[in-house]
């Protein structure tokens, strides 16, 4: 069974995966003397990031960041681009930080995916931190996920609950603004991670926490697949764990 620690509310549960992304950075740094680290987005990792560049001892001319998934054909400009949320929230606060590779979403997708493919095969990630998705998603791979792909990106198409899922935090007004298809890090590729840090808050997600952690592992249920990770370090805050008898 995956463990997983429960915090009061989605900030303590932030502030409690960020120091472990921290603590497991700063590890890697001083055994490898550098650390290749996986960036999620969304409303569940607000406070995880945060509490990520507060750290004062993170030596960020040492890491390489990596970010799992970004809309096909959507600009930077808008509030919703990912590029523009870790540009924001992260690059440009850690501007020491050795090389951020960011999806570029408005070029040719197939030649973006082999672009990122390559230079992630180059650089294995040490500190993976994702989230869950209101349908189980991992990144942006929507049930049935695809467990078997190597390639280490893949353009993916959306389903209707992902999509109401953007609209619903309120990163697009309408359904219909909604891309339809993305670029995202694909499950092999994620589970190849040394450590994963998975976040994960919210009433809306206690069916898919629930989902993933109570069934066998299934493309049917993306996340499910964390079950098998070696080293997944799940945070659930009490609105999210409400459906695990055990919690």
């Given at each position: 069974?995956?463990?997983f620690?429960?915090?009061?509310?989605?900030?303590?549960l932030g502030i409690s995966a960020g120091k472990k992304a921290a603590a497991l950075i700063k590890e890697t740094i001083k055994q490898?003397?550098?650390?290749?680290?996986?960036?999620?987005?969304?409303?569940?990792?607000?406070e995880t990031i945060q509490q990520?560049?507060?750290?004062?001892?993170i030596a960020w001319e040492h890491v390489q960041m990596f970010h799992l998934d970004e809309y096909i054909g959507l600009p930077i400009t808008h509030k919703a681009s990912f590029r523009n949320y870790l540009n924001e929230r992260f690059v440009y606060l850690v501007p020491t930080l050795k090389m951020a590779y960011l999806i570029n979403g408005e070029i040719d997708p197939v030649t973006e995916c082999d672009r990122l493919g390559a230079l992630i095969q180059k650089h294995p990630i040490d500190v993976a931190m994702v989230g869950i998705g209101e349908n189980g998603h991992l990144a942006f791979n929507d049930p049935p996920a695809d467990f078997e792909t190597e390639k280490p990106y893949l353009v993916v198409a959306l389903d209707e609950a992902c999509r109401a899922q953007q609209m619903g935090e309120g990163w697009f007004d309408h359904l219909a603004n909604v891309p339809s298809k993305a670029i995202s890090m694909s499950i092999k590729q994620i589970m190849k991670s040394t450590h994963i840090?998975?976040?994960?808050?919210?009433e809306?997600?206690?069916q898919a926490v629930h989902d993933c952690l109570r069934s066998d592992i299934s493309p049917l249920?993306?996340?499910?697949?964390?079950?098998?990770?070696?080293n997944c370090h799940l945070f659930l805050d009490t609105n999210s764990a409400k459906l695990?008898?055990?919690?």
């Open positions: 069974m995956l463990p620690h429960i915090a009061h509310n989605a900030q303590e490898k003397g550098f650390a290749n680290i996986i960036l999620a987005t969304g409303t569940s990792q607000f990520l560049i507060s750290d004062p001892d840090v998975c976040s994960v808050p919210d809306r997600k206690a249920f993306p996340a499910s697949i964390l079950q098998a990770h070696p695990l008898a055990d919690a």
